[in-house]
């Protein structure tokens, strides 16, 4: 069963810094697009940061600069967030896209995700 757990949410400060992780249930390799998005209270879910397997990023408008996604070689993926807004203030999700030779058997998996609030 394929499992994304995310971890490393909380309470900061406006201006502080969180490191979110996510932990997948399998290695993640060069067929997978690893992402973050985030859902605040009202609003749709968005895209906050994506890493496809060849390295290549794509950041949000709104957090290019201040976060950063990578990887470590086999299964997890980070975001690291750094001069946090209230704004910012959302669940955070993580994203993974396997892709296959097959488009039809794409498949797509989210974390249960965890809650980051900042505070002004």
């Known amino acids: 069963q394929v499992r994304l757990v995310e971890s490393g949410g909380g309470l900061v400060q406006a201006g502080g810094s969180l490191r979110l992780s996510c932990l997948a249930s399998?290695?993640?390799?060069?067929?997978?697009?690893m992402g973050w998005y985030r859902q605040a209270p009202g609003k749709q879910r968005e895209l906050v940061a994506a890493?496809?397997?060849?390295?290549?990023t794509n950041y949000a408008d709104f957090v290019r600069g201040r976060f950063t996604i990578s990887r470590d070689n086999k299964d997890t993926v980070y975001l690291q967030m750094t001069r946090l807004k209230p704004e910012d203030t959302a669940v955070y999700y993580c994203?993974?896209?396997?892709?296959?030779?097959?488009?039809?058997?794409?498949?797509?998996?989210w974390g249960q995700g965890t809650q980051v609030t900042v505070s002004s």
């Open positions: 994203n993974a896209v396997t892709f296959a030779l097959n488009p039809k058997y794409d498949r797509t998996y």
């Open positions: 399998f290695s993640i390799d060069d067929r997978t697009t």
């Open positions: 890493l496809s397997s060849d390295g290549n």
